[in-house]
């Protein structure tokens, strides 16, 4: 028995750790929120394998399970680093080599990282402003609000009743627009259809939902390696900046406030890693632990973030450190891909209360 | 308990609603402060009595004794009818009352007049880099050269120093006295050679503030409030009043109107987003905190009208409670939204003119801000409570 | 203007607490929850005429306001006071004096406190359990659970609809067994109907409302009392408590836990001042701000009442303080005539929303 | 990532299950752990490893090596069948470690065998009125009188005094020693002349604890454990494993599963509580916190069976967030009943036997019981995330 990651995961960990921290610098990332590109982020990280990771091998992928994703996930957080990672290298992959429909080829082009694939699922999951998705005949119309990211070549569709298309970036039909948020570490945008082609790719309700499922556990992991950050920030910080003659370490409030974010933190690495483990390894419990890994890493992500901010005092109200960027991120993932109180309804209709 | 005002301040309520019918022409629209028309009605504004209103006529106000109902009710009718109240800024809100209090009679004459007419306007230069809660170990150097000040180091929060012609500034004249004693308060000019202004982005991606650097700046002598080394309690006399300005009860009660509204006409599958009973119990919970800060409020506005009531612990609460409850109150708001919540900039699905998100964060930075919640609780226990203080470290030797 | 109480109200504040103070101190409050009897506390508290506050002059009362009354009811929480003034003195008189049947003898003998009304609303508020309450023909049969207090003379019973009755507590058909709760400073029971007597008060609704508002700001009014007391016997007890060579109220921990309570409650003092007044003088508020103030007095409670009990560290786990008394009441009144989630969900349908 | 626990140990869970299936008729019902049959379970228990299971045999213990699977499964599986797990008490749990680490083998041979068999029942004493969380400043005194020791003073939360034969308990034997270097750890019989004891009612309406009180108690000398002066480090040895087992994952586990089961079969105006999405969602809330204890125990146990996984950090906080989660559930329960939440004792309408109240406020008890929260949060800051102690306040002069 052994309930962690193996060494070949803390390998995987070590070296994205290291890229990230030699390619994605702070700077790096105000670049891309200043309105830069991700491409040479993404085309390192692919040189890593990342975009791999999932694809099965006969697709000139990797074949590994949702955790060392996962593990990608945190670190991807934890350096707040702008790409595609969670559609192209994770949910799209699964789905489409899950899909009975056949999409080997562009699978071996996702696993290189030449052709991206962005989410447009928003619809399917909590429909909003009468923003909507109809296929038929095998054109679709309508539009997608949220959709990531604002660069895909092409983009995994949901409709309302969780069935799944690929539509071309590059169709006459589909107009996209940038939709600005917080968040500037990743983009998402606004997709317009307009009888554009839509390729099937599953009518399963259940493939839709492991989809989701794995996408959900993705953020969790993302938000684990941001608010991580975020209070190892605070710990430093604090250990550094002196008032009242003594470093604000030693006073009991600000030590308090950084157990207290600790003390919530750290059962969510543990959870983080069953939910992704349970993706492939313990079935009957994937769709539960995924929702609720969700939800609870939203509020303990919002409650490090909010309490990191304040053991920074002014300064992580400023733009200086870029503390706000982590703030923000977790902010976003806990929005995506549904909010908490919606996906904690979830979790209780999957144990038959609703 | 007596709600009412009295007949008499119905009579004057009817004339600041009269004085606001006949004249909203003339007020200016939107933020230009420095602009004829902003001073045009300022000026208007100060001879009907409905700004500087207590400040005496000597010196450019109207002259009134202070009446706080009568203050309140031009607060009010100015906000209900959401016409400009005048010019804000800290040259009026702090400085001039700091003048009135402990200035000399030249530094009144010279100085309260062209501030409140809108022609001199100020920056803070009191928070530094290395001194945030403890305000006292601020390390900016003013040394005596003849019959200058010479002052260098570094300030920051210096909200408006990019528009101000002349700054109120805490420096360290007396490096040999205790922290607190060795502080004196400059007044000086923008225009000085040796400043320089670094704008500072805040969190919610605006430069609501600035850091200010001060090399060799030379200041006259004579441009000093108080004695030297009484900086600490010049700036103090009035430090308080800002406190109970950043969170006013009455702005939560139009946010969580705001709010109410959003949910009503906000739909997420198809049901209205005020039928989930899960955001409507929040919204509920959210809204009884701020009747409990409303009623707290009438309860401070009441003991400052009956020698005799004390409401200092409601008073004392107000910043703590107040930033908290914004901060919250906003966060709701985003999560109903789900993802559209997000939105900012110019974001077309934005809400509100992407305010929830602004205000989310802006009071994350009040929590932080005009006194950390953590020194709000050290003031709450001590003050309020008679809780004793930490002992004392002393300085470390270097 | 003033916000606050009158001279009058100040000194009914103070000949009430000194009543208290000298006769109920914590033993009198222990006698009473070990089985004794209420009987001279009630005694004590007629004599200063308080059953007799809120029933009109014409019936011998002294006609005095919902706020007077709070101001009592805080005393009477501050010194976790047996008796039944929530029925007797408040609920009880208001609801007879504005029936439209004509309640004056009774009512000059309830202002004595010779005649002792208690409550019995539980299943028109949120029935749980199937008990229910059902009157025909001036005869009712059902169960109420959980009314107060268990000495009555009368109960003034409501059923599902509203409508108001008196049954009397020597009548044969009519049962009466003690319900057990934490809270042992006051008692409630279980009321068995078999074709009892009801003497109709109102079948108007809305005098059904007003005096559930009137109880449930009573109910607030004893929760504020007990809190304060509980906060300054913590921050009493943390001046003098001494660890690690120093008082524990010079520890920033608890020094902030204790600057938490007093900022939570200080408001709620000025809440339930406005809510007893607004009862009465300002009637297009009152339903409202009762429902609020029941609920928000519910959640600052809870706070204070765990919090305090925290900063006496084991001694306030212990019975040797006797600080679990306020504890128990605060959690009691937590419950009684509504929790906060119901009481909120009505708050809601004030405002239109449902 | 692997969870299974290999073949052998399924094997070995079938042996405890037929073992189970096979005596379960043998083992006490409910509380009595002094009668014979509860020594007779415990000897059969013994024999078989299924409790004392790495007590070395000379000292009548099963005399195997660690193996914490096995430990967990043993655990796991009286557990399911709500079969009597073998004797408790602070005798078995505490003392018999520390003498097995730091006993004389006198010592050992002459405690331990009673100890675990039943025979000798004992109770601690270590905290006292004065001596809370600053439990070093213990003042209970032992002087050295001839060959005994003269014991004077009194304990606080010794909770088996009533029916204990022996106390382990710590004294300060030197005086005049910096305060964590004055103690020493006593054994004595709770016959000994001198003892009186109260019982301590708690909030729940229970005499779970009781105050020992000592007056000229005589100690024979040699029932020491460790030096004179070392009783610090003695009692310490073992206190942190206490702290591990007071709020333990899996009977949160199993609470909020009894809360879903009253969610519902508890209905309010017709409708089941479980139906109440403001209710469904705070259980739901529960639940995943439940979830990430659980996990988070999963990772502290796969620490201790693989040699360089760290999980400090998780066990550390396991108590603060244990007590927490489960005084919460208890309180959710409560709130959901609306008055029928506050039945307590022989209140017909009852739900759960009174659990919910009772654990309620025994989760309070334990938030501040072995380890505040506040002392719990020092922890974590200083040993988990490296923040420096709080300037130490010496000893004022009396």
Redesign the interface.
Known sequence: MRFGLSEEQTLLKDNVNRFLEDNVPLDKVREYADGGSDSTIWQGLSDLGIPALLTPEEFGGVGLKPLDAAIVAESLGQHIAPGPFLGSAVMAPFALSNSPEGFGELLSKIATGEHRVGIAF?EAI????QASVHVKDGKVDGTS??AFDAEADSYLVADQNKNMFLVSADDDGISR?N?????RTRR?V?LTYSSASAKPVSTDSNLFDRTLDLGRVMLAADTLGAAQSMLDQAVEYAKQR?????P?AS?Q??KHMCAEMAASLEPCRAMVWFAAHALSDVPEEARLTACHTKAHLAEVG?FVS?TA??VH??M?????LG??YW??RI??N???L?????VRSEAAILQGVD | ??????PEYDDFRSDVVNFLDKNSDKAPKGGDMRGEQAKDWQKLLIENGYTCRTIPKEYGGFGAEPDI?RSRIIGEEFSKSRINPGLGGQGISMLVPTLLEMGTEEQKQKFIRPTIHGDMIWCQGY?EP?????LA?LTTAAVLDGDEWVVNGQK??TSTAHLADWIFCLVRSEPEAPKHKGISFLLFEMTTPGIEIRP????T?VAN?NETFFTDVRVPKNQIVGERGQGWQVANAILGHERDTLAPPNTAQTRINAL?ELMKT?????ERL????????R???L???V???K??D??V???R??PG?DAS??RM?TK??GTELR?ELE?LA????????????????LRGAGSW?REY?YY??L???GG???I???I???R????????K????AV
Chains 1, 3 share one sequence.
């Open positions: 928003g909590a429909r909003r402003n609000l949220f627009s939709l600005t948020t917080v968040d998402t606004e002196e008032q009242f003659n003594r604000i006073f409030a600000v919002q909010r901010t304040e005092g002014g992580g109200f400023t733009d200086l503390l706000h703030f923000k902010g976003a806990r929005q995506w549904g909010a908490p109180e919606f | 308990m007596d709600l009412s005002f009295g109902i928070s290395g001194a945030g809660s403890d170990s920051i929060w500072l982005v805040d969190m991606g503030f109410v906000e739909t997420a599958g198809g005020i039928d989930n009973p899960i955001y409507k119990d919204l509920m919970k809204q009884g905190r009747l409990a800060m009623y707290n009438m309860r506005l009441s003991s009208l009956n009531q612990l409601s609460i703590l409670q901060h966060g985003i999560d109903i939204m789900g993802e559209v919540g997000l939105s900012y900039d110019d974001n077309p699905h998100q964060m994350l930075g929590i932080i801000g950390t919640s953590q709000q609780k050290n709450i226990s001590e309020g409570l008679g809780m004793p203080r930490e002992p470290i002393e300085k470390k």
